[in-house]
Every structure is written in C-alpha cells, then in structure tokens.
C-alpha cells in the first residue's frame, strides 16, 4: 500500500515537473554552478519516470545558513524540477553527498564543511512536488577522535588513541603537531612510571613504543628525543608552546632510565645522549647514561660519565645522595685517586 501511494505521488509529480528556467533564481544558480552540484547515488529504476535518469539535488540560498533545495531530474531535454523543500544549517555544494535511502524510502543530503571533518545535512521524505525534511544530520568525526584520544590517553591506552589519531581527517585542522606530541609523551610517561613502580619496565618501554609510533606519523623529526638539536632548536619549534625544555628531557631521560633497567642499553645510550645534548645540565641523566654504557662494557666512558655526575652532586652539596655504586665502580676501574 505505502508503495502504491508513493507511485502515484511520483506519477503526479512527473506531471507538474518544470524546467529549471521557469525559477529565475535557480536558473542563474545552475548555470554557474550544475557542475558541483551532486546526483543522487542508489536511485531505484522506479523513481525514473518520462525520459528522467538521474537525480540531481541543487540548491538557492534563502538566509544565512538556509536554502531551498531542488530535486531535479536529469533528462535528455535538459534538467526538470520535480520537488523542492526548505534546508537550514551549514553546507557546501564543493563537497556535497546525496543518496538514496531505499529501506527509509528517504533522500539524504550531506556536506562536508571545507578543510574539515564537519559535516551537516538532511533527510527528507519526497511526496510529490515537496521535499519534506524529517532529520536534520550534523557531526564532526575528527572531533569525536580528538576527544576519543584525550580520553584514551587519560587512561593510559597509547595504542588506542594512536589509531584514532591516525584515522582523523585534516588533522592539521584540530591539532597542532607540538601539542598532540606532548600529549603522548605525557600519557607514555604517566603511565610508564605506573608500569615501572609495580617492578615492570618493560611495561614502561612499551608504551613509550606506542607513543613513538603516533610521534613518528605526527612528522616530528624521528626519533623524538633527538629531534632538536640544542635548546635555541627547541625553543623555535612548535613544540616548545606546550612544553618546557625540562619537561621533555624529563621525560626523555626517564625513558633511557626504563630502557636500562629492562636491558635495552643501546638504545638507553642513544636516547640519553640525545637528552644531554638538549639538556646538558641534567645530573641523573649522566647516571643513567653512566650505568647503561657500564652495562655494555664501555667502562673508560661509564667513568667519564660517572665522574661528571660526582661532580655537579658535589658542588650542589649532594654527596650523602650519591649511589655508592658510582664511588665503587669509578675505584674498581680507575684505582685510587
């Protein structure tokens, strides 16, 4: 029966169908702009009647954020107007989308907004000449994943929020690469330090990975703790507007500190290094970097290293906080001095 009554609508319509001509505004419209303005994808045989092939949905402008929009038919002899209906909010016949919704039996219009995720549109019910509006549709699913990876990142889910962050559109957009940097850094190191208190740096280096996975698609100089190479480099970039200086090596240097307590010397050796090149004033950083290279045999640089930590604990008049490791091994390998 609902068929029955939509076909003779349809019939009807055909009937009063008018070329786009006789609406002076529509006219002028389609004829700067036919070329951006979309057809309507799934369009059953049924709804093509006299000679129409295609649906074509155009619009004309009534106010701010509101248009009349036009059902056309594409037909040999030109475009025909078939229905038409009120829309209102944002849209962008640059980047327009229209399909037919045959389970609904409804005709549904979107565009996405320029250099944005953000979407708007309608769905409408055609019955005869009239487009009737039965939902008005908005969204920004670039948002959603913003807020998705602040969410995820709260909770420690690096991973996660890496894949959101990877599947946003015009990132550029909504985020700028320092911020979004930080922000995993931030969360890899939070929740690192977690892993580690509970006896598991492995744990801790994990998560850094998962940041350095989203660091490395953010197009930071790779790797991150390496990326700049003194503070004047840091201070330029973008980066320095969310963090300090100390902030990052902090990071950083816990990050060597979690590589050598799992075993990854190498790699503690090179994100250190990188965090005294930025930072060179960093006392624990040489311990860290001191105890990685001792690790690896590399005794005459553990020294060196060892030494300078002495050093700037001393002229701070923080000899009673020296590990008694530093004063051993400097002995064993040096002699007495």
């Known amino acids: 029966m609902r068929y ?10 055909v009937c009063m169908a008018r070329p786009v001509s006789s609406i002076p505004r529509l006219a002028d419209i389609w004829e700067e702009n036919q070329y951006i303005f979309p057809f309507v994808e799934d369009v059953p045989a049924s ?9 074509i949905v ?9 248009m009349t929009l036009y059902l056309l038919g594409d037909s040999p002899d030109g475009p025909e107007v078939l229905a038409s209906g009120p829309y209102q909010g944002e849209y962008n016949f640059a980047k327009s989308f229209a399909y037919w919704i045959p389970d609904e039996e409804l005709l549904e219009i979107t565009f996405q907004m320029p250099f944005s995720a953000r979407y708007a549109g309608a769905s409408y019910q055609w019955l005869g000449s009239e487009l009737i509006p039965v939902e008005w ?30 599947m946003m559109f015009y990132p550029g957009h909504y985020y700028s690469q320092g911020e979004m940097t930080m922000k995993f850094l931030r969360s890899a190191h939070e ?16 998560l850094f990975e998962e940041a350095e996975e989203a660091v490395e698609w953010l197009a930071i100089r790779y790797p991150w703790y390496r990326a700049y ?66 690790e690896l045999g590399e005794y005459h640089n553990a020294v060196d290293q060892y030494l ?30």
């Open 4 to 13: 029955s009554v939509m076909l003779f609508a349809l019939l009807a319509m």
């Open 47 to 55: 709804l093509l009647f006299d000679g129409v092939t295609g649906l």
């Open 58 to 66: 155009a619009g004309v402008p009534t106010g701010d954020l509101a």
């Open 137 to 166: 549709l908005s969204g920004d699913p670039s948002m959603d994943a913003l807020m998705n990876i602040d969410s995820l990142l709260a909770i420690g889910e690096v991973a996660e929020a890496a894949d959101e962050l990877a």
């Open 191 to 206: 929740h690192g330090l977690e892993e580690f208190r509970t006896g598991d740096p492995e744990g801790a280096v994990e």
């Open 229 to 294: 190479e003194d503070s004047s480099g840091f201070s330029e970039a973008d980066i320095s507007n969310y963090s300090t200086i100390g902030e990052f090596t902090m990071i950083a240097n816990d990050y060597g500190f979690f590589l050598e307590q799992s075993g990854d010397y190498e790699k503690a050796i090179d994100v250190l290094y990188g965090v005294l090149t930025l930072d060179p004033g960093r006392m624990v950083a040489y311990l860290n970097l001191a105890d990685a290279l001792w």
């Open 308 to 337: 300078v930590y002495k050093q700037m604990m001393e002229a701070l008049n923080l000899e009673q906080d020296i590990p008694a490791r530093v004063d051993q091994r400097v002995l064993n390998y040096s002699g007495p001095q």
